[in-house]
């Protein structure tokens, strides 16, 4: 049995630009605060200095968020702001916005839900039977019938499909493979299976 971890993308940049996106959600809301009583002050400081934040780490996130695990958390942080700010909302009678906030606040936990399953990476791993590939909603179970090639050259691995579609993807742990004993694993696989 052979795992590889694939190669993942940066994904500091986008997250970055989509808290400084929800800070400006949180500031178009404050237009919509009309100021009547105790509720309404602690809502609007709560939302801009909550934009405030959100600006700043977006804008110096290379400084503040080292990791994917502080940006989780501070999805976690702006869907519970949302919900709040639903919840406000509803009280002041604007159904509309307050069910607009709840989607948005659902579609963040979506997100979050998508980015902490792939924290860790995604996985390939190739085995006497099949091969396992990561998928969105699940992993995908490819049989070696399915192949007519799988090679390992450096640091990609290639899958060939019977049906002229092809799979290459960065792999990062090459170190730990032998690329020549891989490749032979790979061609008697496919010679047993295509029998």
């Not at 006497?128 to 691995?157: F, M, S």
Request: aromatic share 12%; with cysteine.
């Amino acid at each position: 049995m052979y795992t590889f971890q694939v190669k993942q993308k940066d994904k500091s940049k986008i997250l970055s630009a989509f808290h400084i996106l929800i800070a400006l959600i949180f500031i178009l809301d404050l237009t919509h605060v009309h100021e009547e009583g105790r509720k309404d002050w602690i809502f609007a400081a709560t939302y801009l200095g909550a934009s405030i934040f959100l600006f700043v780490v977006g804008i110096f996130q290379k400084k503040l968020l080292h990791n994917i695990s502080t940006h989780l958390a501070l999805l976690l942080f702006e869907s519970a702001l949302i919900l709040c700010g639903a919840i406000y909302f509803w009280s002041k009678g604007a159904s509309l916005v307050s069910f607009s906030h709840g989607i948005l606040a659902g579609a963040i936990i979506l997100f979050w839900i998508y980015l902490k399953k792939r924290e860790n990476g995604e996985k390939i791993i190739i085995t006497d039977v099949n091969i396992i590939l990561p998928g969105l909603a699940g992993e995908r179970i490819i049989d070696w019938n399915e192949l007519t090639n799988v090679i390992k050259k450096y640091d990609l691995l290639t899958l060939d499909f019977k049906n002229n579609k092809l799979l290459q993807v960065q792999v990062i742990n090459t170190d730990e493979i032998n690329e020549g004993e891989f490749n032979q694993f790979c061609q008697q696989r496919l010679t047993i299976k295509n029998k």
